[in-house]
């Protein structure tokens, strides 16, 4: 596939949009792929994509710096966690009765989760 730089100066995306300021690094639209496979529950797909994002990952060790504070594989591994928690509110949440305890175990775990991912 051909690089965005690569299309003629007069193409319609370029003339309505511009040219982009920066472009997102492929371990960035790896992990966005990985979260979505994970998100939509497609775990061989998952598993695909986080031998890609490795790989990824051990081609930018020392390459500069990173733009967060844990690299992609910590972001891959916080969002997992997130999912996996997700899952579980909804599977207490569904239950024909509900425990109010469990619940609200499962809300907590669930909100921390998502903090620990969206905080790294």
Do not use: C
Request: no cysteine.
């Amino acid at each position: 596939m051909p690089s965005f730089n690569a299309l003629p100066v007069d193409s319609e995306i370029i003339v309505s949009i511009g040219t982009p300021k920066h472009d997102r690094r492929l371990s960035d639209k790896i992990l966005a792929a990985f979260s979505h496979a994970t998100a939509e529950g497609a775990p061989a797909v998952a598993a695909v994509l986080r031998r890609a994002l490795e790989e990824a990952e051990r081609d930018l060790d020392g390459a500069g710096p990173r733009r967060r504070l844990d690299g992609a594989l910590v972001q891959a591994d916080l969002w997992v966690e997130f999912v996996e928690a997700r899952d579980s509110f909804r599977r207490s949440f569904d239950a024909e009765t509900p425990d109010p305890e469990e619940l609200e175990r499962a809300r907590v775990e669930m909100m921390d989760a998502y903090k620990r991912w969206s905080y790294s």
